[in-house]
């Protein structure tokens, strides 16, 4: 009798602590490139180029997804993870976009067998789920603030620079909005910077000097 009252209170336990468990979730940095099909170029930039792995501070180097309450305090949610780290998001984000425009003969990661031309790389100082702590003014934000180079390789000068800073308001506390908005943001400043990377190269097309007759 006795070792029957345990099982049942063994049971009741297990049937309490599920109910009361609760399941990590994932969230995904992710947009379909805006591009039109006047936007894609017939002929692509004769160039390669390569996207490296992004740098971001330590306190965002995680897969938890960081929350800030005031200058001085930030917590990490441990129910709320980042399905793809923001680094190698980002990396893939830029790689698709280009192709998505047939910007350069060739983008990818990585080069074994030649150089490229062009490297684009970055930091993500920050991106962060913000609420704030002042009960008079309570609101949410999305905040992203991060660089963005390219540099030509054998001179190693940058020759394309970005800079973001954007801090988009949140009109709900769901996590699937909050990481919906980094993506459009994302996906606005990221075709800001390609616009610049495009002048760039249309710019150098039209300085190539002329070829001489004969050749």
Known sequence: MKSKNIIIIILAILVF??????????????????????DILETPYPYNVQ????????TYDNSR?????????VYYDRWSLWARRPPDAM????????????LVEECKKTYL???PDYIITGTIHNIEKYISDIHLNEFQRAD?????????????????????????????????FFAKTLSDTLRNEIT????????????????????????
Request: charged share 25%.
């Open 144 to 176: 992203l603030c991060m660089t963005i180079q390219m540099l030509e390789v054998k001179t190693n000068n940058t020759v394309v620079s970005y800079e973001i800073k954007r801090y988009a308001p949140l009109y709900t506390e769901s996590m699937s």
């Open 113 to 115: 067998d030649k150089r």
């Open 192 to 215: 800001i910077f390609l616009r610049k990377v495009q002048e760039y190269f249309e710019t150098l097309q039209k300085n190539q000097p002329a070829p001489t007759q004969g050749e």
């Open 65 to 73: 997804i960081v929350i800030r309450q005031s200058t001085h305090e």
């Open 51 to 58: 996207v490296k792995d992004f740098k971001i501070d330590k």
């Open 91 to 102: 990396t893939a984000l830029i790689i698709n976009h280009i192709r998505a425009l047939n």
């Open 17 to 38: 602590g599920c109910s009361r468990m609760q399941w990590a979730r994932f969230y995904l940095l992710d947009y379909v490139p805006p591009v039109t099909q006047s």
